[in-house]
């Protein structure tokens, strides 16, 4: 097989026939520079690495293969070192100030990631991706101004899903004749965060009709009076214009100085503030405070592996006496190492049963995932832990929220340690 039908199987995604096309081209340079892209985007990064290591020995001039080696070895110094050569070989490519600025984010440096992104948009204004990654490094840093409007740079992202309704404008702040459809554009936690922007909308004449999962349609029907509610999927009836939730504090024009922050802004649905076998176990713990727990988010969250600890790791909080530890984490087979522990997971049907629990109880200990927001709309004293980089919302070199008044945060002080930011929640509950 000669390079030219290689390139052309990897450019139609026959991507067996164009790893066995590149394999058979031995030392040629850009087979091995093509090989090793392929890998990458196969998932197969620590076979790509000494693949672009000699496709780099062979080709040392050429910037694709020190850009793929950046993206194969993950981010890390000699990745940021790949990432700055490939740009000082081809200043004119904005692939790698992007690259750049995204191998600094995942290190924590939002400072430098917005450095990089902006000379990527220097030189390609359109690059979604950098303005993207532009957006998360200056929310991180709180400037939420020019980070929420670049965020709208997510309905450009490739693995984005497509802009829904498409039937129905943009809603830009202007007065509507008929009600406006927001929708929930990512995850559960996102629509918890945007639905206390719900009542400014009424408040300024706009009728608001929410399309979100059903799960959460009981406990989101008690942010104000006869809010209308439909689940994806269903009939809609006439609507005006559209607006994605996620997109509302941008609408406001929210700053850290212009935020809505005051909670409780949701409530226990009253069809659930009498749950018998819910009150019955939490009653049954002995006296002393109530803390509940949730250590894993969503599986198919891209930064689970990141946000999400194995419940192994809480075992030092069995050191602390008086306390009855109960757990809000749904869908579990593994439980942490505590006596007595009171699993409420399988009683919790959705979200509202979900504010029932946490009613109940004197804290929540949990980590980045949908209970974290019930827990700050419902007002409840959370502690949450975070991954060194964590998600925009909670910023950096914070112990508060200015989103949540009641959420302290506890982060890790290095990328994937968890025992000190568990041994610094001993600390803080003792």
């Known amino acids: 097989m000669n390079l030219a039908l290689a390139i052309a199987h ?24 093509n090989l090793g892209a392929l890998l990458n985007a196969r998932q197969r990064s620590a076979e790509a690495i000494p693949i672009l290591r000699r496709a780099i020995e062979l080709e040392p001039g050429r910037a694709a ?30 692939a790698h100030p992007f690259n750049l600025g995204r191998a600094l984010a995942a290190l924590g440096r939002s ?38 409007e ?35 554009d990512q995850g559960f936690g996102d629509t918890l965060m945007m639905a206390r922007y719900l009542p ?50 941008r609408l406001f024009g929210t700053t850290l100085a212009h935020l809505p922050a005051a909670v409780p802004y949701l409530a226990v649905p009253p069809e659930v503030r009498a749950r018998p076998v819910l009150d019955a176990a939490l009653a049954a713990l002995p006296p002393g405070p109530r803390i509940g727990l949730v250590w894993a988010g969503n599986p198919r ?9 194995d419940p192994g ?28 522990l009171l699993d409420l997971g399988p009683h919790l049907s ?9 009613s109940r109880l004197d804290l929540l200990v949990t980590v980045d995932t949908a209970p974290a927001h019930l827990a700050g709309a419902l007002g409840v004293p959370t502690l949450l832990l975070l991954p060194f980089v964590p998600d925009w919302r909670w910023m950096e070199g914070r112990v508060d929220s200015p989103w949540y008044p009641t959420v302290q945060l506890v982060r890790q002080p290095m990328p994937g340690d968890w025992a000190s930011v568990v041994g610094q929640l001993v600390e803080n509950l003792r």
Request: with cysteine.
């Open 301 to 309: 969250h891209a930064q689970d592996r990141q946000r999400s600890l």
């Open 10 to 33: 990897h450019q139609a995604g026959r991507w067996d026939e164009a790893e066995a096309g590149y394999r058979a081209l031995g030392d040629d340079p850009l087979a091995l520079g």
């Open 313 to 340: 790791l809480l075992a030092p909080l069995a050191g602390l006496p008086g306390i009855g530890w109960v757990s809000l984490q749904v869908g579990t087979t593994q439980l942490p190492p505590l006596p007595d």
């Open 111 to 148: 400072a430098e990631a917005e450095v990089a992104c902006r000379r990527a948009l220097g030189l390609d204004p359109r690059h979604a991706g950098a303005r993207y990654n532009l957006a998360m490094a200056l929310l991180r840093q709180g400037q939420l101004g020019e980070g929420l």
């Open 350 to 358: 959705d979200f509202g049963d979900t504010a029932h629990a946490l």
């Open 65 to 94: 293969h020190r850009a793929n080696l950046g993206i194969a070895l993950g981010p890390g110094d000699e990745a940021l070192a790949c990432f700055q050569r490939a740009e000082s070989l081809e200043p004119a490519q904005a």
């Open 200 to 249: 400014y909308l009424r408040r300024e004449g706009i009728e608001p009709l929410l399309c979100c999962e059903r799960p959460l349609h009981r406990v989101l029907a008690t942010v104000m009076p006869n809010l209308r509610l439909v689940a994806p999927g269903e009939p809609l009836p006439a609507c005006a214009a559209k607006a994605a939730l996620l997109s509302l504090p």
């Open 150 to 184: 670049a965020m709208e740079a997510r309905w450009g992202l490739p693995d984005f899903q497509p802009t829904p309704f498409p039937q129905l404008p943009w809603w830009t702040g202007e007065p509507l004749g008929g009600p406006l459809l927001l929708f929930a």
